[in-house]
């Protein structure tokens, strides 16, 4: 195949061989000696979900299926919902129109009189049917259909992670043929271009296929295909609009753009709702303006500006991390790599692994970019009207894990959306407090939409978590940790951490033996309504620990002093059960043999800090207690959270096992998390386990290498951050650190765990050479950092 393409291109002229594809076939198919992190299929995608590439920008996402004859590019956008204001159904936020706070107090005295209550009988009086709550909506397809001119062979459809590009290529009646697909963040759009080896070669008819949930007017002018309209449901207005570009005139129908006998064609998509992050209304200006100007300037830049723009703006991002386990380059399919995972190739597993772990960052960048909503339930990506739990925010986790790997795989610029969108909760957060708990501040529970739902649902098992809020403001604390902003500390965390403590300050009650407790409180979800469910108090005790150290940081002395009253008192849900587990609930009432897929009662080992095996050893052992009885299993989420629990409990190999597990038994062809149904979150959650099994940074030590498996024996990372604004690279043989450098981005003193600390090891300063005084104690070393240096620790040879 290689020696028929590269003659192929010498029987060129000069002016005919094109530059983009000489290139990619030089590259894919003379040079494929180097790893590459592909996910790749030798066929075109035949289910979307299982096969299906996916793309994007933030906003915008786009599934390649590659068909040869006709290509759907499903794509979307992600304020196009059904819901919300203006619904037929009406819209009430979640939140009743009559205070709660009766029904409220009486399950809270049912539960002090008989101990519990029924999910069943809290729902009846707690719950709250939903209405008009809304679904994530599939935009619509970009059709391409083309010329049908014989068989086709030599087919490859890859995501190429280090370019953000997906390419198809085949060869048909012997031409070969190219199509490249991005999603690009500088200019806003995606961008498909089709290509031959032959001038003359493209031909191929572009049209939408729009869902009929909706109005819709297409209108075709010079080349340019729009799509408009407002949703049935909700009135909500929506357009779409794609420009046509070739080397040749193009043709037009009163549907359709038509390209015949081009060298390339150049397809530019951009879509937008009049929708605005904005409570109550949540409505904003019509998109037409903004998308005409966008395809009127993008339109003038040539598929290589385009690209390279693209490009700049990703690998800035995508490549501050790499991650070498030992992969190995191959031909091989990602599904055929995946069948053979853990079959005996080692090398093949590592390179498995290593595509995994860059693929989960690759998602987060594609799906969550400033001036976007967050990365959803399956990110930006959906081919559904009717998308399973509408493709929303479900807060009693998810979207948490979501956002776990932002921090430590050095990818803060998709954190801005969360931030916004936690943010925008609030307003609608404080009704919510003070309608069903007559509280100040602002809550949340279970799950959200981009409407502003902060009130509740009436599933029994999954509609109460008023600690929701806390969680998400864990994330506020947890940047300014990693980066030291107190800007943003002051500005955005302590004003929103502030408000999610005064809430609980007004909904704690005391218990019997006079402890502030959670009442009602549930343990997702499983078990009965109580007071002071280990998950419920673990979550309270994280928000007011972190906010008390906000305010001794920012100078609120007032604040945290009330604050220290109240932690004295907190029940903090910890304790250790007859079996030496950590108990669940207050009540020793913890089953052995109990392996629910939520382990809800570990939020304090993982992503909390309470847990600690130097601070708390005999909580850190009866949590090891507990997961181990929990046993592997689990959906994808599930088996996420575990490996970061036991990378927590410095179990490498555990943890490991839980990676591989996910990966057989909850990984799709296209290696999207499999719940099932494709949820995201479980790709995001395995790679932040990936990272900390590398490094973890809690509790104000940095431990290199804390759970490092023994089948990754050899290997380098480079570019994950730390608690404390640092930059790690590690080098480790033989299954131990060989090697660290290490970047300050604040003075101060740091203390650094590795075994390296009891053997012969050096540290200077790189760019002078000096060597740098160590405070040794076992395997901890310390020492006073100087802002934007960099430190090398390392073995010291014999």
């Known amino acids: 195949m290689r020696a028929r393409l590269l003659n192929a291109f010498r029987h060129l002229s000069r002016g005919q061989r094109l530059l983009p594809l000489v290139l990619l076939f030089a590259h894919s198919f003379v040079c494929a000696a ?69 029904n409220l107090v009486s399950v809270r005295k049912q539960i002090e009189e008989v101990g519990e209550l029924t999910p069943e009988a809290a729902a009846k009086r707690l719950g709250h049917k939903a209405i008009g709550y809304g679904d994530y909506q599939n935009f619509g397809e970009l059709v391409l259909k083309f010329e049908p001119i014989g068989r086709f062979s030599d087919y490859r459809r890859e995501l190429d992670l280090d370019k953000g590009l997906v390419r198809v290529t085949y060869t048909q009646n012997g031409i070969h ?60 207005g929506y357009r779409a609009s794609f420009a046509v570009i070739a080397n040749t005139p193009v043709s037009e129908t009163e549907n359709e753009v038509k390209v015949v006998g081009a060298d390339s064609a150049l397809i530019i998509l951009k879509a937008g709702t009049n929708y605005a992050q904005r409570y109550p209304s949540y409505r904003g200006e019509d998109p037409k303006k903004v998308i005409e100007s966008t395809l009127d300037r993008v339109s003038k830049k040539s598929f290589d500006k385009l690209l390279a723009d693209h490009q700049a703006d990703y690998q800035k991002i995508f490549g501050r991390v790499t991650l070498d386990l030992g992969q190995v380059s191959t031909d091989l399919t990602t599904p055929q790599i995946l069948n053979k995972y853990r079959k005996g190739d080692a090398n093949l597993d590592r390179t498995l692994e290593a595509i995994y772990f860059q693929f989960g960052r690759y998602l987060l960048i594609s799906s969550s970019r400033k001036g976007s909503l967050p990365a959803n339930l399956q990110g930006v990506w959906n081919a559904s009207n009717t998308p399973p739990w509408n493709d929303d925010y479900h807060v009693n986790i998810n979207l948490q894990m979501n956002y776990w790997l932002a921090e430590t795989t050095n990818l803060p610029e998709t954190l801005p959306p ?16 003070k309608q069903l708990f007559g509280a100040r501040g602002w809550t949340l529970f279970l799950n959200t939409n981009i409407w502003g739902f902060t009130g ?27 980066s030291g902003d107190t ?13 999610a403590t005064q809430f609980w300050l007004d909904a704690l009650v005391k218990d019997p033996s006079g402890k502030w407790v959670v009442s009602p409180s549930f343990s997702p979800e499983q078990g009965p309504f109580v007071a002071g469910a280990a998950m419920s108090q673990q979550i309270v005790f994280d928000l007011l620990r972190n906010t008390s150290e906000a305010a001794h940081t920012l100078g609120d002395e007032n604040f945290a002093k009330k604050l220290s009253a109240v932690l004295t008192n907190l029940d903090p849900g910890l304790r250790i059960g007859k079996w030496g587990q950590l108990q669940e609930w207050q009540q020793d009432i913890d089953d052995p043999k109990n392996q629910h897929r939520h382990i809800s009662h570990l939020f ?5 800090r309470q847990i ?7 909580f850190f052992q009866a949590a090891r207690t507990s997961l181990n009885a929990r046993g592997d299993g689990g959906t994808g989420w599930s088996q996420a959270w575990k490996i970061n629990l036991w990378a927590r409990l410095l179990d490498g190999d555990r943890a490991h096992k839980l990676l591989s597990d996910q990966l057989v038994m909850s990984t799709l062809p296209n290696l999207w998390d499999n719940h099932p149904p494709f949820q995201i979150d479980g790709n995001f959650g395995a790679v932040a386990g990936i990272a900390e099994m590398l490094l973890q940074s809690q509790n104000n030590q940095i431990q290199l290498l804390p759970a490092l498996p023994g089948v990754w024996s050899n290997g380098s990372v480079k570019g994950l951050r730390a608690r404390g604004n640092w930059g790690v690279d590690l080098v480790w043989k033989n299954g131990e650190l060989d090697e660290a450098d290490l970047t300050a981005g604040l003075s101060g003193k740091v203390r650094l765990k590795n075994s390296i600390f009891r053997k012969a090891f050096s540290l200077i300063e790189k760019d002078s050479g000096k060597k740098v005084t160590v ?4 395997d901890t070393g310390s020492f006073v950092a100087t802002a934007n240096k960099t430190y090398l620790l390392n073995t010291v040879k014999h």
């Open 418 to 433: 969360f931030f916004d969108f936690v943010e925008s909760l609030v307003l609608p957060g404080e009704q919510a407090a």
């Open 487 to 499: 800007k943003f500390l002051r500005v955005h965390a302590y004003p929103l951490m502030k408000g």
């Open 177 to 236: 043929f190219l199509r490249e697909y991005f999603a690009s963040y500088p200019d806003g759009v995606i961008a498909v271009r089709v290509s031959a080896d032959k001038p003359k070669s493209v031909n191929v008819n572009a049209s939408f296929n729009i869902p009929d949930n909706r109005s819709l007017q297409i209108t075709v002018k010079q080349g340019r295909i729009t799509a408009s309209g407002n949703l049935n449901d909700n009135g909500l």
């Open 456 to 482: 509740l649902i009436d599933w029994p098992t999954a509609f109460w978590q008023p600690e929701a809020g806390a969680w998400l403001a864990q994330h506020f604390y947890e940047h300014y940790l990693f």
């Open 604 to 608: 304090a080992l993982h992503p909390g």
């Open 612 to 618: 600690d095996s130097a601070e708390t050893p005999e």
């Open 775 to 778: 405070d040794i104690t076992g």
């Open 34 to 102: 180097e790893p590459a992190l592909k996910i790749s299929f030798d066929q075109p995608a035949a289910n979307w979900e299982r096969e299906g590439l996916p793309i994007g920008n933030g906003a915008m996402g786009a599934v390649v299926m590659g068909g040869v004859e006709i290509d759907r590019l499903q794509f979307n956008e992600k304020t196009l919902w059904t819901g919300g204001p203006g619904s037929k159904q009406g819209y009430d936020f979640g939140i009743p129109s009559e205070s709660q706070i009766n």
